[in-house]
Antibody, heavy 118, light 107 residues
């Protein structure tokens, strides 16, 4: 069974840092691009970042560029999101998602909540 | 960035109703559009990809159509399990963008 499990969320002060992880299982992890998508409380879905299967190509939404870094360890089937200089508006549930061959998001994790507050 | 606009934002319907949700892109995305269903506290689930292809395991009452800038998601006969929020998403060009969502609620 294909599964994604996020971890690392929590409460952090403005300006702080947090590292999210996503453990993948049930598929050949290195063969697929992966994504981070977030959802602020009561709001819609917002794409955050993408990374290619080999990790060589990354993309970021403008609102996280320069603050967040996506990475992956294909030997450990793990996707990561390093979040620095966090702001109150980064408060959200962060989902990792697997990109299908046709580029839509075919598998999602349950999400991990990040709260940025003093 | 490509903007995605869904309408309506909220839709009140009854079991058995035919439901249609529209999604418009600010520029052509050919057929690179997906539809997702999300229930409260849960992860989104893909229903339709490439505008009209039904994801494996998704009931056939869901269908998608359109190309270019205008797309629709249709539920042919609304079932109790279908009350949820629906999002369109373009994957034609980065940054990937989602519509603001359409909540389907019970009339």
């Amino acid at each position: 069974e294909v599964q994604l499990l996020e971890s690392g969320g929590g409460l952090v002060q403005p300006g702080g840092s947090l590292r999210l992880s996503c453990a993948a299982s049930g598929f050949t992890f290195s063969s697929y691009a992966m994504e981070w998508v977030r959802q602020a409380p009561g709001k819609g879905l917002e794409w955050v970042s993408s990374i290619s299967g080999n990790g060589a190509i990354t993309y970021y939404a403008d609102f996280v560029k320069g603050r967040f870094t996506i990475s992956r360890d294909n030997s450990k089937n793990t996707l990561s999101l390093q979040m620095n200089s966090l702001r109150a508006e980064d408060t959200a549930v962060y989902f990792c998602a697997k990109t299908a061959i046709s580029w839509y998001f075919d598998v999602w994790g349950r999400g991990t909540l990040v709260t940025v507050s003093s | 960035d490509i903007q995605m606009t869904q309408s309506p934002s909220t839709l009140s319907a009854s079991v058995g109703d035919r439901v249609t949700i529209t999604c418009r892109a600010s520029q052509s995305i050919t057929s690179w559009l997906a539809w997702y269903q999300q229930k409260p506290g849960k992860a989104p689930k893909v229903l339709i990809y490439k505008a009209s292809s039904l994801e494996s395991g998704v009931p056939s009452r869901f269908s998608g159509s359109g190309s270019g800038t205008e797309f629709t998601l249709t539920i042919s006969s609304l079932q109790p399990d279908d009350f949820a929020t629906y999002y369109c998403q373009q994957y034609n060009s980065y940054s990937w963008t989602f519509g603001q969502g359409t909540k389907v609620e019970s009339k």
